[in-house]
């Protein structure tokens, strides 16, 4: 998901070097972060699902409820990311409605990216037999 000039803007940032976790799947967490520059590429288990750039964010199921993460999220260039907490998020929610539509379409689009990966890793062992 893209939020065009958020990152930019933050109160709290995080510069994470080239190759460092930013955090790793099952790890518990609060906060949610946005790329302000760098890529950071999301992986389950050795699969990699998507690389992230600039005004974009992650993390967010975790700010919304308290659960392990989902997903490993490693800086893969040197990276500058926003860091956006409960409060933060709620008062952009709030403040921005079109924020809330946002990250929950980002949800809804990674869900079914997913599921669509699982989907076809099924029918591909099905055909091998």
């Known amino acids: 998901m893209k939020v065009v000039g958020l990152c930019r803007n933050a109160q709290s940032t995080r510069s994470v070097p080239a190759g460092t976790a930013v955090f790793h799947e099952g790890d518990f967490g609060h906060e949610m972060y946005g790329v302000i520059w760098g890529e950071v590429q999301l992986s389950v288990g050795d699969r990699v699902i998507a690389s992230l750039g600039p005004d974009e964010v992650f993390g967010e199921t975790e700010v ?47 869900l079914r990216s997913d599921a669509y990966a699982d989907h076809r890793e099924s029918l591909a062992n099905i055909r091998a037999v």
Do not use: Y
């Not at 800086?75 to 539509?101: E, G």
């Open 64 to 110: 919304l409820v308290v659960c392990p993460r989902m997903v490993t999220a490693v800086a893969t260039k040197h990276t500058v990311l926003a860091v956006i907490d409960r409060d933060c998020f709620l008062h952009l929610v709030h403040d921005m409605p079109l924020f809330a539509l946002q990250v929950m379409t980002t949800m809804a689009e990674r």
